[in-house]
């Protein structure tokens, strides 16, 4: 997969002391997601701008969802927060001061998230900040185990900081909304796979989604296809989305998991090889390895780091390992010469 990357001519240098902002720079960063959206219906899965107000109403979680005369912040749209998500959670698990508003440059992003970067891109970048800023939410969802009803934008505030001699946004300050931040700050995320950013149609990439929050590494989760939709936030019928998850079970494109047909109208997810613990004790790293793997690539989250390791070698059957630093350590370089 791709990983971000440093575009030609750097911020100011003196963009470093200006306190109230936080400055996106962090190495490879891994992809985080908050709790909140991956339960919630927040974004519209159509492709085509889409003017409707969304009710949702589940176990005493009331969302309404409105959106701007240039239509509802899409799941391609939410990559923005993602990657703002990440960057903020590998500053905070560094130690690092962190604020809502984020300074980020444009190509880095197009590129952690897998995109294109030709000037079409950079245009449809700025539809979805767009999209972004005027949807509005009204809901009491607790985030940072704090319950208010409120109303907020996705994202509070953009603006293009700087351009390149052709017009396209070079860097740009994001201003997230307080109850975004909150979740992040109180550490309300999950862990995606890189592969995320990869799946094309938006009911993909939600229902990844929702089985990355409600299976994570439970051995199977089982949900009733009108609960699926309910959650999923499709405007199809059930008898299209019925077919259009059947359409995901024969591609087999989602993510970490799998998915099947169980009878009763029901759908089951199973993680793949590696999400669920084995009987073999996963390896124990010293504090010596881990410094050392920050050295390797400084800024970047090395419990993250760590945690994907553990991924790869359960997927790899759990081998034992005699010496694991050292086949940490060999992965790291090996990520950090990509």
């Known amino acids: 997969m791709s990983r971000a990357v440093t575009a030609a001519g750097g911020l100011l240098p003196d963009r470093h002391q200006q ?12 992809p985080k997601d908050d709790l909140a959206s991956m339960e919630h219906p927040l974004f ?24 701007s005369v240039k239509g509802l912040a899409t799941i391609h749209d939410k990559d923005i927060l993602i990657f703002c998500i990440s960057q903020l959670m590998a500053a905070i698990n560094a130690g690092r001061t962190v604020s809502r508003t984020l300074q980020l440059k444009a190509h880095d992003l197009l590129v952690a998230t897998n995109r294109e970067t030709s000037g079409d891109a ?22 940072g185990e704090k319950e208010t009803t409120t109303g907020f934008g996705l ?15 070079v860097s740009v300050a994001v ?22 950013f990869r799946l094309r149609k938006p009911l993909e990439r939600r229902i990844y989604e929702l089985a990355r929050k409600h299976c994570g590494r439970q051995p199977s989760w089982t949900v009733s296809v009108d609960t699926l939709l309910k959650k999923s936030g499709s405007a199809s019928p059930r008898r299209v989305f019925r077919k259009m998850l059947r359409d995901m079970i024969e591609a ?21 090889g590696g999400l669920v613990s084995s009987d073999t004790p996963p390896p124990t790293l010293s504090a ?20 994907e390791w553990r991924g790869v070698w359960a997927r790899s059957g759990s081998p034992r ?9 060999g992965w790291v370089k090996k990520r950090a010469s990509r």
């Open 288 to 307: 010596e390895a881990v410094e050392e793997a920050r050295r390797l690539m400084p800024g970047a989250d090395v419990y993250a780091l760590e945690a």
């Open 122 to 143: 950079y245009r449809r970048l700025r539809e979805a900040f767009e999209r972004l800023a005027g949807t509005r939410i009204t809901t009491n969802i607790v985030t």
């Open 44 to 67: 519209s899965l159509a492709t085509r701008p889409d003017r409707r107000i969304l009710q949702y109403d589940h176990n005493g979680t009331e969302i309404t969802v409105t959106p």
């Open 175 to 196: 201003t997230l909304s307080d109850w975004l931040f909150r979740a992040v700050v109180s550490k309300s995320v999950l862990t995606l796979s890189r592969d995320y």
């Open 321 to 329: 390992l005699r010496k694991p630093d050292a086949a940490f350590l």
């Open 19 to 30: 306190g109230d902002f936080f400055v996106c720079d962090i190495f490879d960063a891994i």
């Open 252 to 272: 087999d494109h989602l993510p970490d998991y799998e998915m099947s047909e169980e009878p009763g109208d029901l759908m089951r997810f199973t993680p793949r």
């Open 155 to 169: 994202i509070e505030s953009w603006e293009i900081v700087r351009k390149s001699r052709g017009g396209r946004m």
